[in-house]
């Protein structure tokens, strides 16, 4: 599977930043600009120690069912049943995920609106709530159901193997961009820790998420531009 050029250079470019980063933090400690030295002892002690959890900081959940429940969705032929030559067969299962989709929908708002409802915080509002906190997993969760029902009940989706092919489909052609996202945040907690960033403010992580989503975003667009010239073809 190609990628872009876009994906395969970005980890080259993160890697400059970081050495950048690292030089700038040691000339600032030197001219006492209120800089962490990362080639200090107390820097290299820093990298070593929160290697790991640096690189944990990335959002690979998120971005990984996202790319699930997206891969499912267009595997199962599910924007096809909206054409003009979709089956009988395409449509019913069409209505049919639609069905499934609506009664989700019913069910989950039950345990927001109603009295007591299991979603709430314990205050009885959605902020800080098990919904909003958990509103990425469960429209993901919705996405790859919906996805699924439309895939087996139109015969897209012939086996297991099927199926599971499908829940991988993006995951496999966007690896590489996982690599950018190690980088990323690697990067981005070197960059508080030595004081470039002095504060984690909303623009800063607004930026992250940007760099974090951009290589996948990119990928995508690679992905469905290339299956569209094949299809055309």
């Not at 800089?35 to 990335?58: D, E, H, K």
């Not at 820790?193 to 990119?218: D, E, G, K, R």
């Amino acid at each position: 599977m190609k990628n872009s050029r876009i994906v395969n250079w970005m980890p080259i470019g993160l890697l400059c930043l970081i050495l950048l980063h690292a030089v700038v933090s040691w000339i600032g400690d030197i001219y006492g600009w209120g800089l962490n030295n990362l080639f200090s002892q107390a820097g290299i002690r820093w990298t070593v120690t929160y290697f790991m959890f640096n690189i944990s900081c990335a959002p690979f959940a998120e971005v990984m069912s996202a790319l699930i429940a997206i891969g499912v969705l267009t595997e199962s032929g599910f924007f096809a049943a909206f054409s003009k030559k979709a089956s009988l067969k395409q449509k019913r299962a069409l209505s049919l995920s639609l069905l499934v989709l609506t009664i989700m929908m019913v069910v989950i708002a039950c345990m927001v609106l109603l009295p007591n409802a299991i979603l709430l915080s314990p205050f009885g509002t959605l902020a800080d709530s098990p919904f909003s906190q958990g509103l990425l997993g469960i429209i993901c969760v919705a996405i790859v159901v919906v996805g699924n029902v439309y895939g087996l009940s139109s015969g897209r989706f012939f086996s297991l193997a099927d199926t599971i092919k499908a829940h991988v489909s993006l995951l496999i052609p966007c690896l590489p961009c996982f690599l950018s996202m190690m980088l990323t945040a690697i990067l981005k907690e070197s960059m508080i820790y030595s004081n470039v960033i002095p504060m984690q403010s909303t623009l800063f992580t607004v930026l992250s998420w940007c760099l974090y989503l951009f290589p996948f975003a990119v990928q995508l667009l690679y992905l469905f531009k290339s299956k569209k010239k094949k299809i055309i073809s």
